[in-house]
Each structure stands twice: as structure tokens, then as C-alpha cells.
Nanobody, 123 residues
């Protein structure tokens, strides 16, 4: 089992910055990817968008909409995941979820979710 708890959301003006944190506990032996997803207002759970991901060997990938603005990283002990968000836009408003996944190739073997943290960008 893996437990994920997000924090750091809030209300910020357009152009501002936020850093989200995810406390990671439990058995991480088989987790090989950590990620941030977001669910925009009016979207369903199945429509959550991958924002950024980091693999166990440190490779990262980002949604085109956040490249050069967001950065995903972990601490050295890998019990915390972060998302640094800069130059925030109104369309970044969403609930942001921390995700831990065990992949074999591109096939998900298991996935864990946190409860999410609300990020609201005001004009």
C-alpha cells in the first residue's frame, strides 16, 4: 500500500507561483513512476490530465500546456514529490492529484491517488 497526501494548493493571481507537495509513505518498492494529474472544473475523474511525471530513474515528461512553466521533482529520500508551478494561468485552475504507479512497460499494474489539492488562479 502507498499513501499520498497533497498540500500547497490555494488561490493565486495570474502570473504567480505555487509549489505543491505530496507526502509519500508506504511500500514504494514496486513504484516506478510518480506524477501529478489535474482535474479541471466540470471534468470527470476519467478526464484527469497528466501534468507531469517522473520515473524512478529520474526521467521527466510534461504536458505541452505546462512545459517551461512547471517542474516536477522529488527529495533525495523519495518520500516527497513536488510540483513547482510558475507563470500560472487561469486555465491551470484545477484540483491537483498526486499519483504513484507501478508500470511494466506502458502497462499499469497498480496506481494510487491522493485526495487532491485545489489550485485556483484568479485574473
Amino acid at each position: 500500500q502507498v499513501q499520498l497526501k497533497e498540500s500547497g494548493g490555494g488561490l493565486v493571481q495570474t502570473g504567480g507561483s505555487l509549489r505543491l507537495s505530496c507526502a509519500v509513505t508506504g511500500n514504494l518498492a514496486s513504484v516506478n513512476q510518480m506524477a501529478w494529474y489535474r482535474q479541471s472544473p466540470g471534468k470527470q475523474r476519467e478526464e484527469r490530465e497528466l501534468v507531469a511525471a517522473i520515473t524512478s530513474d529520474g526521467n521527466t515528461n510534461y504536458a505541452d500546456s505546462v512545459k517551461d512553466r512547471f517542474s516536477i521533482f522529488e527529495n533525495s529520500t523519495k518520500n516527497a514529490l513536488f510540483l513547482q508551478m510558475n507563470s500560472l494561468k487561469a486555465e491551470d485552475t484545477a484540483v491537483y492529484y498526486c499519483n504513484a504507479e507501478g508500470l511494466i512497460g506502458a502497462v499499469s499494474q497498480f496506481t494510487y491517488w491522493g485526495r487532491g489539492t485545489q489550485v485556483t488562479i484568479s485574473a
